[in-house]
């Protein structure tokens, strides 16, 4: 999809969709809907006036051939009341609101106009971005795909330099990185095993100019990830761990390294604490967490941050079988601590126990992990929030603000003493499941903490916002994309 500036008057633009938004009951048609109304012959206030066009958000009104206009349709999306408005997020809605509403219909060419306040880069960079996330389809593997596409859009009225070009860029690359890790996360287990995944990451890094390393069975071993070996067991697939580097071109000595660590269960059946049949089939999507810590990395190769940063992401299936773990076994992270696994199923906790020590190791000074943890995170958030959890509180508040910058919902979960207390093993150092009743997301947040230690960090449970089995406006059903923006602009922002 080619996307381009454009600054001709609104009625001479020859494309087959013109696209605007239109705030909650406004009647006074101005700015950019008067000059379309203008060209229109007062057509728009007379539509305004029927009750039709109501602006609420989201709602669209679709013109064919509108008098008085070059354009063949004139599509005018909802943009909800005035005062509830968010420059960033609403754009990102209402362009990919537009844009998905548009493509099965048959445009080629759309033109997308912004309104008076709205002209500057953060508007570009939204609008491009929701552009971009919402020309992604999960159906891969139809036969018959719908491949209707619009092929341009030209955005415009927006104001000339101050940055834009700029802006349309970076949103380019994080949209692009985002749909890249919707490809893996959309994969089912068949096709995206621990090593296929790995090869997916390496033809990645390599044409993002990252560097990479990939462990193998012998070398895991070596290193004696043993929390990890411990999941893989059960599987004739061998596991991997991904080591993805980015360096600035002039590393100052003795900054900060930003660690990002990503949960890649290529396929979660739970192992011996087998999981129930319905809805097991999701479970492909267990790679979430390692996918968007890739999608992160693949941005942040062209955004140049001014800090390191290096990638862990641990990928295994988790399965049952003849040398599955069986609850009950002791097993020994590579820290050295001793795990009683009480349930198969509390398995990314396990494979992130050893990736954030790893982490930690390899010279990481602050931590971010992703990872659909557990089903906890949904009673407590649905699929609205991610679950942010962290130590100490100021590096929580300050990736909390990139979320708040890159228009991502998440929410501050807590991890106090107490919670720790219910992880204690009668037999080993720690278990990996809660003993108490409830707060089944924070003790799992705890468990990760019990080997990231005190480096600052933030864990993110992305279990019910990594997919949505429903497709929205702006998004299509299946992988979100979900964490990668507010981490890019976090690591940006170091
Ligand atoms: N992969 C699951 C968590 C999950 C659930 C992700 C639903 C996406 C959607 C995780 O490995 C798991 O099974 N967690 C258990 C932990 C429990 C046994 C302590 C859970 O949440 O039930
Ligand atoms: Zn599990
Ligand atoms: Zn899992």
């Not at 696209?19 to 006074?28: A, I, K, S």
């Not at 903490?449 to 480096?455: A, I, Y």
Request: glycine share 10%; net charge negative.
């Amino acid at each position: 999809m080619e996307i381009y500036l454009d600054n001709q008057p609104y009625a001479s633009i020859d494309v087959d969709a013109l696209v605007t938004y239109v705030f909650d009951r406004e009647h006074n048609l101005d700015g950019v809907l008067g000059e379309i109304d203008r060209a229109m012959n007062g057509r728009l206030s007379l539509l305004a006036r029927s009750g039709e066009l109501t602006g609420k958000s989201l709602e669209t009104v679709l013109l064919h051939f509108p008098e008085g206009l070059a354009a063949k349709r004139l599509l005018l999306v909802g943009a909800g009341k005035p005062d509830k408005f968010v420059a960033g997020s609403d754009l990102r809605k209402i362009a990919g609101t537009a844009l998905r509403f548009l493509k099965p219909r048959g445009p080629k060419k759309m033109a997308f106009l912004a309104g008076e306040g709205e002209r500057g880069p953060l508007a570009a960079e939204a609008i491009v971005e929701g552009l971009i996330a919402a020309d992604f389809e999960s159906d891969k593997y139809r036969s018959e795909r719908k491949n209707r596409a619009v092929d341009s859009v030209a955005l415009v009225g927006f104001d000339r330099g101050s940055g834009l070009a700029e802006a349309i860029d970076r949103a380019r690359v994080i949209g692009e990185s985002m749909n890249f890790a919707r490809e893996l996360i959309n994969e089912p287990s068949n096709k995206l095993t621990p090593r296929m995944l790995a090869a997916r990451a390496e033809a990645m890094a390599q044409e993002a100019g990252l560097g990479i390393e990939v462990l193998d069975e012998r070398k895991i071993a070596e290193l004696k990830m043993g929390a990890l070996i411990g999941v893989a067991q059960g599987s004739v697939e061998p596991p991997r761990v991904m080591v993805v580097r980015y360096t600035p071109a002039n590393p100052r000595p003795g900054a900060p390294v930003l660690g990002l660590v990503g949960k890649a269960v290529t396929f979660d059946t739970g192992g011996i604490s087998i999981k129930p049949a319905t809805n097991m089939e999701k479970m492909k999507y267990d790679m979430g967490g390692g996918a968007t810590m890739l999608g992160a990395m693949r941005a942040l190769a062209a955004l140049k941050p001014s800090i390191s940063v290096i990638c862990v992401v641990p990928a295994t299936e988790n399965m049952p079988g003849g040398r599955a773990q069986k609850p009950g076994d002791v097993q020994v992270a590579m820290s050295g601590k001793t795990i009683e696994v009480i349930n198969t199923d509390a398995e990314g906790r396990l494979i992130l126990a050893d990736a954030v020590f790893y982490a930690r190791k390899l010279g990481a000074t602050h931590l971010i992990d992703a990872a659909t943890l557990t089903g906890a995170i949904e009673v407590a958030l649905s699929n609205v929030h991610v679950g942010a959890f962290g130590t100490p509180r100021e590096y929580l508040d300050r990736f909390l603000e990139s979320a708040k910058a890159a228009g991502e919902k998440m929410w501050p979960m807590p991890i106090d003493d107490e919670y720790e207390e219910m992880i204690k093993s009668n037999i080993a150092d720690i278990r990996n499941t809660g003993s108490g009743k409830g707060g089944g997301a924070s003790t799992g947040a705890w468990f990760i903490k019990e080997f990231v230690e005190d480096t600052p960090w933030v864990h993110l449970d992305i279990a019910s916002t990594c997919w949505i089995d429903e497709g929205r406006p702006w998004l299509a059903k299946g992988p979100t994309g979900v964490a990668i923006r507010s981490i890019v602009d976090f690591a940006l922002k170091m």
